[in-house]
């Protein structure tokens, strides 16, 4: 598929006038990205309220508000009839307003001491269940511990555009506080001088990001990391969706009065909710099961 429609490197044509998307040194890397995050959405229900949180341009929102989708957009620097210019810390939506917030290769442009303020304003305006699916760049990549190892620091990109550039661990350390992981996706893995070569020349290279491709599952080597979270509730806190799957599952266990049926439906609640089936699935039936609730 075609993704060169959804970045228009308008940036990068600045600082490179001679730039092109099939010799984007990161071309690969999006496109896996956007391979995820595109067939993530498309799991959604029409009435699922998204929110593309620094989302540039809003390309990606023009494509699926196009198809029907109840999106918008929120950017520090541009505004469009779909993308409201904004502080994103100072956003002003009421909490618990959107089901999905996509947060795509952002929340490295903040200072480290404004990342965790970022989490806790996202996680503010998420429904209740609702989910935040991030993209981050991994300082702590493979080919950046090697570096390291020769006395050589590696970032993800200068300072000056990625100025709280971490590695992927010590963003989940402080995103844990507010919402639960549910999926972990590596994004080109860095495989030593395999990588540099799909970055070099991605116009001739595509066969051998297919060859590094597999090593994705470990996703602490990849440059770029896709994180699903889940908002925290209470544990008195059971809304429509996966918390009240969840409850009645439990509940139906404890009142059979078999503690091995008990037992079995407490172990089919956790695998639910922690990867036993494809997050797109999880979050597809639960806006499914809201919006006929809503219906009714």
Known sequence: MDYSH?????????????????????????EAKMHYILNLLDSLAKDTKILDAGCGQGLLVEEFHSRGYDIKGIDAFYSSELVRKDDLLKNGFADNTFDVILCLDVIEHFQKDEQEDVVKELTRILKPEGRIIWSIPNKGNLTARIFFF?????????????????????????????????????????????????????????????????????????????????????????????????????????????????????????????????????????????SQTNNL
């Open 150 to 290: 020769i006395s050589k620091l590696s970032r993800t990109a200068k300072p000056e555009y990625h100025p709280g550039d971490r590695a992927i661990s010590e963003y989940l350390s402080f995103m844990k506080k507010y919402l639960e992981i549910e999926d972990l996706k590596g994004l080109s893995p860095t495989i030593p001088l395999l990588f540099q070569l799909t970055q070099l020349f991605p116009q001739y290279t595509g066969w051998l990001y297919t060859l590094i491709k597999p090593f994705s599952y470990f996703y602490s080597w990849c440059f770029n990391v896709v994180v699903v979270g889940r908002k925290k509730l209470k544990s008195t806190e059971f809304s429509t969706g996966l918390g009240s799957v969840a409850k009645n599952a439990t509940s139906h266990g404890e009142n059979s009065g078999s503690p091995k049926e008990s037992g079995r439906a407490k172990r089919a609640c956790h695998r639910s909710l922690t990867g036993g089936v494809r997050v797109s699935n999880i979050i597809s039936n639960c806006f499914y099961h809201n």
């Open 6 to 30: 959804l970045y228009s490197g308008e940036h990068l044509k600045k600082i490179n006038p001679s730039w092109t998307y099939k010799k984007w040194s990161y071309r690969y890397t999006f």
